[in-house]
């Protein structure tokens, strides 16, 4: 090491951890960084001098992390993942450092509020939902275990919209988060990795043997943006990898050089396309070339930094499956697969079989669907013109696959086709999670049931030749985000009865078992939740002036909008109950009051979904202002439901719906949020809701609806919706409330789609649950108006919901996946 190098290990130290080491930090910042005055500062300016200055607390630790995984030479973990969904990066590193009542107290003795400047921050909106909200939360808890693991993804200009109602209807907006800063970004452009695409590829004689290489036509800059990932009070910090691209200087000369100046700096926007905008389809991918162009895009640029930038410079690529796993989150990364051949066999000269060796025990991949139209499928004509190379090595990896199979299955054509990587119908298409099959050491799902019906429905032909290549990992959420910092007082509460170390071991939570009897332990817990609703009241006033009525049930449903969630079986029910209200059938004031809260995106071009926002929306409007419902039913429907937003809301909430279609969501994560902060389900036995039920137990759990195999039933004997309609007066009053333009204005062309799909199609068999949900509504209502016992199983839920936690799912990769260590202090 030279001597320069060395001098570099000097300790960097963070500021001192009090209120006047952070308020001189703070100054400083505002001073040099921003470049003004405390008394010109604005809000924006004392934001990101805060976030600075924070991330100051944030930098020893990380440079130690980074450190010691070095010299510890540990198997790291690299989650690969097109989205991440980070949320708000403040409060997170506040509590990560414990700086929470310094920053308060400093801030305050300057005459600032910190919830004004926690406002200030937009939160990283770089994923979809579910998928992308779960790898931020693996990366924290990863963090927190002090397990070494980068997250790889891409650093969109632009993250999901942002929703916003005219009339009713949804209206996307661009996600504009990097335009007032971002503080929590380090870029460095000198580690920049090219990436390239098109062309073609050609033989040549290496010295007696015949090699390919592949000829690109074009290609792009990989900036890395470093984001750092704090766990939990333990003096580590991960890192966050996200590229950005940006056009090369030999793309940019070439054009230059030849006088078309205005032609190289639009080339130059092309190239950076790339990582401008996240796709906002979350179940039906588009086939698009420029996302196939991100996918390649950053799991070349991972892939070449990890093996030229993080490991050691004589690293031997033999041993790569000791010191790497690459966890492909979905089919988005899989290109990473022939890239890894690539690598091996164009760049290293390797064997084909001696590179396949190595690059089956670097992946493993992780499938968070059953949906089939969400199977990503690349043409192959798509795929060669912008990678063919990689479709020749695809090819040769499901030529070798299909051999090996039909040795073992001889003349079992039906087999061979079943099989194929290479689709042939209805055009020549590569089925990404087929290649993410044969290539992973190990392919899970993300629920028991989910796994199961993963095994036996989606992929029966590779479960049969790898049985034990299948293993369920079930989700979690990080109880740092989404307890600890999202609801402090229910914290103080579970702290006090407890002690402080559920935050990181969250079964403990356990121990408050015996509290749901104690009286007094109730009574604090509902204190708990109606300061809760007071400040999600306040929120949603401010944000959207809002009103929520006081002393009201919160029954909420946030998630994207999707048939299969079925958002329309809820507004059905409040439909109904509706027209129950004014036909005189239903005493408003015979049932608690409820406020039906939804949040939920839309994929932009998914037409059903963007007429079920509608709908919701036009029934509140009618249903809020209708003087006979006398606020026995509000419905409210905040846009621009977000990390953020559900930081506030699921805390508040009383009754969590998790109503889609059994067999149809892999797991659900918002289900176990809202368990955790003292919500009761009423669900359908899917996803991880069967697994919640059992661990909280069928009396604090409101089930209803068909089974999967009930499902699969109804479906073979040819589902007719119609009857439904016929046979429940209930259910035809409501649809029909809603087919004669009630919510409309009359207009009974409006929601005429929505009616006639569930009528006619209703693929998600909203007719056939609606009785079994209606009872399971009024199961509800009755067991709201016992308070004690209603308080009762909300703790309850809380208390045996650790299993939840994404640091327990964590440990399950490392245990059935990944066989990685925690890397312990010296
Ligand atoms: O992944 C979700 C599932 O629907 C949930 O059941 C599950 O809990 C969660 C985490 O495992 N899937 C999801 O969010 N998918 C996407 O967001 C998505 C995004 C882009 C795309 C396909 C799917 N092309």
Not at 595 to 605: S, T, W
Not at 745 to 767: A, M, T, Y
Not at 784 to 800: C, F, K, M, P, Q
């Amino acid at each position: 090491m030279t001597e320069n190098r060395a001098n570099g290990t000097a300790p960097v130290t963070a500021p001192q951890h009090s209120v006047e080491g952070f308020v001189k930090e703070f100054l400083r910042e505002l001073h040099f960084g921003q470049g003004v005055t405390l008394a010109r500062a604005s809000d924006n300016d004392q934001y990101l001098a805060l976030a600075r200055t924070v991330r100051e607390y944030l930098m020893a630790r990380w440079l130690e992390t980074l450190r010691r995984q070095f010299d510890a030479q540990a198997k790291s973990v690299a989650y690969l993942s097109a989205e991440y969904l980070l949320g708000r990066q403040l409060d997170n590193a506040l509590i990560a450092t414990d700086l929470t009542e310094i920053v308060e107290e400093g801030l305050a003795s300057l005459g600032i509020d910190l919830a004004t400047l926690r406002e200030q921050e937009v939160e990283p909106g770089l994923g979809n939902g579910g998928l992308g909200r779960l790898a931020a939360c693996f990366v924290d808890s990863l963090a927190t275990m002090s397990v070494p693991c980068i997250g790889y993804g891409i650093r969109y200009e632009y993250g999901i919209f942002r929703q916003t109602f005219v009339d009713g209807w949804q209206v996307e907006q661009p996600d504009t988060w990097l335009s007032l800063g971002a503080p929590w970004e380090f870029p460095h452009p000198e580690h920049s990795v090219p990436v390239h695409f098109g062309g073609h590829t050609e033989t040549y004689d290496d010295g007696g043997v015949e090699r390919t290489r592949w000829v690109p036509a074009w290609d792009v800059l990989g900036v890395p943006y470093n984001y750092m990932v704090p766990g939990y009070q333990n003096g580590r910090v991960n890192t966050l990898r996200l590229w950005s691209a940006r056009a090369t200087k030999a793309f940019d000369l070439q054009i230059f050089n030849s006088g078309e100046y205005v032609d190289a700096v639009r080339a130059q926007t092309f190239a950076e396309n790339i990582s401008k905008v996240l796709y906002p389809e979350d179940s039906t991918p588009q086939g698009k070339e420029l996302r196939l162009q991100q996918q390649y895009f950053f799991v070349a640029c991972s892939i070449r930094d990890f093996v030229e930038n993080v490991l050691p410079e004589d690293f031997d690529l033999h041993d790569l499956p000791e010191r790497i796993i690459f966890q492909l989150n979905d089919t988005h990364p899989v290109i990473a697969v022939p890239e890894l051949m690539r690598i091996l066999v164009d760049e290293k000269k390797w064997d084909w079989d001696e590179a396949w060796a190595v690059t089956q025990k670097c992946f493993a991949y992780t499938c968070h669907t059953l949906l089939p139209e969400a199977l990503e499928v690349w043409p192959v004509e798509l795929l060669g013109r912008l990678l063919p190379r990689h479709l020749e090595i695809i090819y040769r990896i499901n030529d070798d696959f299909l051999a090996e199979v039909a040795q073992r299955f001889p003349g079992d054509e039906l087999r061979l086709r079943r099989m194929s990587i290479i689709a042939e119908h209805p055009e020549r298409s590569v089925r990404m999670a087929y290649l993410a099959t044969v290539a992973g050491a190990k392919v899970n799902g993300v629920a028991e049931l989910h796994s199961q019906l993963l095994r036996d429905k989606v992929l029966p032909d590779f479960s049969e030749y790898w049985p034990d290549k299948f293993t369920n990992v079930t989700n979690g959420v990080t109880p740092r985000r989404f307890v600890r910092l999202a609801n402090p007082a229910l914290s103080e509460l579970i702290t006090d009865a407890v002690g402080p170390g559920w935050v990181t071991d969250l079964e403990r939570l356990r121990e408050m078992e015996p509290l749901a009897d104690d009286a007094e332990f109730r009574e604090r817990f509902r204190a708990v939740k109606a300061h809760n609703k007071d400040r999600l009241n306040a929120l949603l006033q401010r944000r959207d002036g809002i009103t929520l009525p006081a002393d009201a049930m919160l029954d909420v449903m946030v998630k994207r909008l999707h048939e299969y969630k079925r958002q329309t079986l809820k507004v059905l029910h409040i439909v109904s109950q509706y027209e129950r209200i004014v036909s005189g059938e239903l005493d408003p004031t015979s049932i608690p009051r409820r406020v039906f809260a939804f949040g939920a995106k839309a994929a932009p071009g998914y037409k059903m979904a963007k007429q079920i926002i509608g709908l919701i929306n036009h029934v509140g409007a009618v249903v809020n202002t209708d003087p006979r419902v006398q606020g026995a039913l509000t419905v409210v429907f905040p846009p621009n439901y977000n990390v953020t937003l559900a930081e506030t809301l699921i805390p508040a909430a009383d009754l969590s719906e998790q109503i889609s279609l059994a067999g149809k969501e892999a797991s659900g994560t918002g289900n176990m949020k809202f368990a955790l902060n003292g919500a009761l389900t009423i669900g359908t036995d899917d996803g991880a809701n069967v697994e919640i039920r059992q661990l909280v137990g069928d009396d604090h759990f409101f089930l209803f609806g068909l089974l999967e195999p009930q499902v699969e039933q109804v479906v073979a004997a040819g589902y007719e919706p119609s009857r439904y309609y016929e046979e429940n007066r209930t259910l035809r009053r409501a649809i029909d409330l809603i087919a004669s333009g009630a919510f409309a204005n009359g207009d009974r062309k409006v929601f005429e789609p929505i009616v006639s799909n569930l009528l006619h199609e209703d693929r998600f068999l909203v007719l056939a649950d609606f009785q079994s949900y209606v009872e399971a509504q009024e199961r509800v209502d009755a067991a709201y108006l016992d308070t004690e016992g209603w308080t009762r199983s909300a703790i309850l839920n809380v208390a045996r919901s650790g299993f939840f936690s994404s640091d327990r799912s964590m440990w399950d990769y490392i245990d059935r996946i990944w066989h990685a260590q925690p890397v312990v202090a010296r």
